[in-house]
Nanobody, 127 residues
Framework: QVHLVESGGGLVQAGGSLRLSCAAS????????MGWFRQAPGKEREFVAS????????SYADSVKGRYTISRDNAKNTVYLQMNSLNPEDTAVYYC????????????????????WGQGTQVTVSS
């Protein structure tokens, strides 16, 4: 089992940047693929980005491709989401999640394939 804690959210002006962090407990962080999802008020949770166990494979939602970068540091048990060129449509609660399926052959974009979730961190982008 893994416990996830997000940080780094806040209020930023349009065009600005934020870096989210997700710290994981336990000694087996490198055995989990990781993902970031977000949920805006009145909307369903949506996929943002994901990264393989080694960090060698990533996937992004079209809405953030070219602006966001997911990365991980397995030595620090942490996954990051660098967010640039933010706009008000990026306002949401951002969640990190861990996929425990060691045999999954792809980096998942589907929330129901993630086993563990953090509490979320609020990102608000003002216009």
């Amino acid at each position: 089992q893994v416990h996830l804690v997000e940080s780094g959210g806040g209020l930023v002006q349009a065009g600005g940047s934020l870096r989210l962090s997700c710290a994981a407990s336990g000694r087996t962080f490198s055995s989990y693929a990781m993902g970031w999802f977000r949920q805006a008020p009145g909307k369903e949770r949506e996929f943002v980005a994901s990264i393989s166990r080694s960090g060698g494979s990533t996937s992004y939602a079209d809405s953030v491709k070219g602006r966001y970068t997911i990365s991980r540091d397995n030595a620090k048990n942490t996954v990051y989401l660098q967010m640039n060129s933010l706009n008000p449509e990026d306002t949401a609660v951002y969640y990190c999640a861990a996929d425990a399926n060691y045999y999954r052959a792809y980096v998942s974009r589907f929330a129901d394939e993630y086993d563990y979730w953090g509490q979320g961190t609020q990102v608000t982008v003002s216009s």
